[in-house]
């Protein structure tokens, strides 16, 4: 059961940010290659967006966003009040001009998803909130 | 896992980094036919919760499509 003033602050949140992306890390330091890669694509389509770090309370965001959206893992980006996924889904929305188009942009020029890194990419630390 | 909560579908499960618990999978599944994306990810996720929730995996990419 998820908490029950965390979560309405959540909510609230995702109605008053048009672009709300929930990461690991911040968009200046993602701590995490996933949410790195939807930065990256949010940089791209060049769009305004607030950006949470889930890392302080991530096992109680879990439960608060799979109350929500059924959905657990980060990152999540919410668009109007919708998710629409997490990176492969944004990246999959993104190359297919989806994405521009939720948001109400053109869509880029030589719009590619940034490729996983050879490199293991940067661990979250070993963070476990229990 | 995934083929016992679709069944029929066709799994291919890569382990990205060697170490097991980065995975990529791609799912076709029947079931998913009329659903959006989004609903079709949450089916893949659901059906391996149980992993991410001991631990095992720490990362998992889904890509979903309805066999043709």
Redesign the interface.
């Given at each position: 059961m998820a908490d029950a003033e965390l979560k309405s602050k959540v909510e609230e949140l995702i109605q008053a940010n048009p672009v709300l992306l929930f990461m690991k890390g911040t968009p200046d330091m993602p701590r995490c290659g996933f949410s790195m890669r939807v930065v990256q694509v949010l940089d791209q389509v060049d769009v305004d967006y607030g950006a949470i770090d889930v890392l302080p309370a991530l096992q109680p965001l879990r439960e608060v966003t799979a109350e929500i959206s059924d959905w657990q893992t980060f990152p999540q980006l919410y668009v109007n009040g919708e998710l629409l996924g997490g990176c492969d889904l944004v990246e999959e929305m993104f190359e297919s001009g989806e994405l521009a188009k939720a948001l109400g942009v053109e869509q880029p020029d030589n719009a590619q998803a940034p490729q996983a890194q050879q490199s293991a990419p940067q661990q979250s630390p070993p963070l476990q909130i229990e | 896992m995934i083929e016992a909560a679709l069944p029929g579908a066709a799994v291919e499960v890569i382990d990205?980094?060697g170490t097991g618990d980065?995975l990529r999978a791609t799912v076709a599944a029947p079931q998913f036919d009329g659903l959006s994306?989004?609903d079709q990810?949450?089916l893949v996720?659901a059906a391996v919760k149980e992993r991410?929730d001991d631990?095992t995996i720490h990362?998992?990419?889904?890509?979903t499509s309805v066999p043709g």
């Amino acid at each position: 059961m998820a908490d029950a003033e965390l979560k309405s602050k959540v909510e609230e949140l995702i109605q008053a940010n048009p672009v709300l992306l929930f990461m690991k890390g911040t968009p200046d330091m993602p701590r995490c290659g996933f949410s790195m890669r939807v930065v990256q694509v949010l940089d791209q389509v060049d769009v305004d967006y607030g950006a949470i770090d889930v890392l302080p309370a991530l096992q109680p965001l879990r439960e608060v966003t799979a109350e929500i959206s059924d959905w657990q893992t980060f990152p999540q980006l919410y668009v109007n009040g919708e998710l629409l996924g997490g990176c492969d889904l944004v990246e999959e929305m993104f190359e297919s001009g989806e994405l521009a188009k939720a948001l109400g942009v053109e869509q880029p020029d030589n719009a590619q998803a940034p490729q996983a890194q050879q490199s293991a990419p940067q661990q979250s630390p070993p963070l476990q909130i229990e | 896992m995934i083929e016992a909560a679709l069944p029929g579908a066709a799994v291919e499960v890569i382990d990205e980094t060697g170490t097991g618990d980065h995975l990529r999978a791609t799912v076709a599944a029947p079931q998913f036919d009329g659903l959006s994306r989004i609903d079709q990810h949450r089916l893949v996720k659901a059906a391996v919760k149980e992993r991410f929730d001991d631990g095992t995996i720490h990362a998992l990419s889904v890509k979903t499509s309805v066999p043709g």
